[in-house]
């Protein structure tokens, strides 16, 4: 790959430069930055500064203009979002809606829907939530028992959700449930949004370590849902829920925010060990150098992928790469810097702590990023089966009737 802009990339790069640094200042260094949307002044200012970028056409680039994008191509949406990463901005609560929902009702929803949904969507004035996982489902999707019942033009769901970032603010949901639980597991399932202040929709949010609820249970009692907001056939939802997964996979890439190498270099040669600071020790030197590879190894892996998309093909498995490895590294440097502050690593308060209380805020939340959008198992299988062409694991349930699959009960 050629890392150097083109003549237009870099005429681009400027323009997006100058109109970030008229609304927008840079951040003061490159400590991750940590959003909580349950505080509702944070919230205004996410909505604020993503319709900032709507009504000057930065919020979707790559989107059709009637979406309320400007038709980028991908070498410019990357560029964009290169810059706006050195700016002190919110990031978080659009992610799920504009990274997963959105391209797959821009694939899937009527020209009537795209129209309705997909311009606030941009905007930000309208959020958007995921309703995949189950508690009996654990990793496996195909597993879930939400199920659907055709009554007339409506759908009538009984079930639930857990484990769904955001649904607690969000006005829209996509959901994936059982219609036909008499053949395979795969192949029963159809997929809906919804409204989220529907009739029969219970959110409650689950309290987190780190002390916030970010994740919800979602229960559904009779909630009635129009035939018209069915993404796919009757039975596709598998294939729909796929194109989900990919584009999740690819919003959250390397494994999300928290500690980075240079804020635990910078923790290290603030700690003293037998009278030199730490990163003197070799065995601190050791670590420091080995997450420094890991950094540069999943930067240039993402650079694949924008090769890729540069050529116009599908990017590979770059993504499940970058977060079976970008996840763990998180934790593990998260859960070092605090043995380094020895018992000042137990002491997490934004005005007493280093950095803000950053470390242990990401050492508490660091293990969520090794089970969303794939647990590191999963992400595994996906390298070692569809990237190392090696056999699949052995699955008992493959081409059963979903009703003959055994539960732990039976």
């Known amino acids: 790959m050629d890392f150097n802009d083109t003549k237009e990339e870099a005429k681009f790069r400027k323009k997006c430069r100058d109109w970030l640094e008229k609304n927008a200042t840079y951040k003061e260094d490159s400590t991750p930055q940590n959003d909580d949307f349950a505080n509702k002044d944070k919230m205004k200012a996410a909505k604020a500064w993503q319709k900032k970028k709507y009504d000057a056409g930065w919020a979707m680039l790559h989107w059709p203009k009637e979406y309320g994008g400007i038709g980028a191509s991908s070498m410019e949406r990357i560029i964009w979002a290169n810059e706006e990463a050195k700016f002190d901005v919110p990031k978080g609560i659009f992610e799920i809606g504009l990274g997963m929902c959105g391209p797959v009702m821009m694939e899937y929803a009527s020209e009537e829907q795209k129209e309705r949904y997909l311009p606030p969507m941009a905007e930000g004035k309208e959020i958007w939530c995921q309703l995949f ?5 654990g990793s496996d999707l195909a597993a879930l028992r939400t199920k659907a019942e055709k009554e007339g033009d409506d759908w009538i769901i009984n079930g639930q959700k857990i484990w769904t970032s955001g649904a607690h603010y969000s006005d829209y949901g996509i959901l994936v449930v059982r219609t036909d639980p008499n053949v395979a597991k795969h192949k029963g399932l159809s997929y809906f949004f919804l409204d989220m202040k529907s009739p029969g ?98 930067k240039f892996t993402g650079y694949r992928s924008m090769t890729a998309l540069s050529k116009g093909t599908t990017p590979g498995p770059e993504n499940s790469i970058g977060k079976l490895v970008g996840a763990p590294k998180n934790q593990e440097m998260a859960s070092f810097c605090m043995d380094l502050m020895e018992m000042n690593g137990a002491i997490w308060d934004e005005e007493l702590s280093k950095e803000a209380g950053l470390v242990q805020m990401s050492y508490m939340g660091s293990p969520g990023l090794r089970i969303a959008g794939g647990t590191d198992e999963i992400m595994a299988n996906i390298i070692a089966e569809r990237v190392l062409g090696l056999p699949q694991e052995p699955r008992m349930d493959k081409g059963m009737p979903f009703t003959d699959v055994p539960t732990g009960g039976s």
């Not at 996982?133 to 489902?137: M, R």
């Not at 609820?213 to 796919?232: C, H, K, M, W």
């Open 133 to 137: 996982s189950e508690p009996a489902g």
């Open 201 to 298: 929709v219970e959110i409650k949010p689950i309290k987190q370590l780190t002390g916030g609820a970010g994740f919800n249970e979602v229960y559904f009692t009779d909630v009635r849902i129009p035939d018209s907001q069915r993404l796919g056939e009757v039975g596709q939802g598998w294939q729909v829920a796929l194109t989900t997964l990919m584009n999740e996979r690819a919003a959250i890439g390397g494994g999300g925010g928290g500690v980075n190498v240079d804020l635990a270099y910078k923790i290290a040669s603030e700690v003293m060990i037998d009278g030199k600071t730490a990163t003197q020790d070799s065995a601190v030197r050791a670590k420091l150098a080995n997450w420094y590879v890991q950094e540069s190894g999943l």
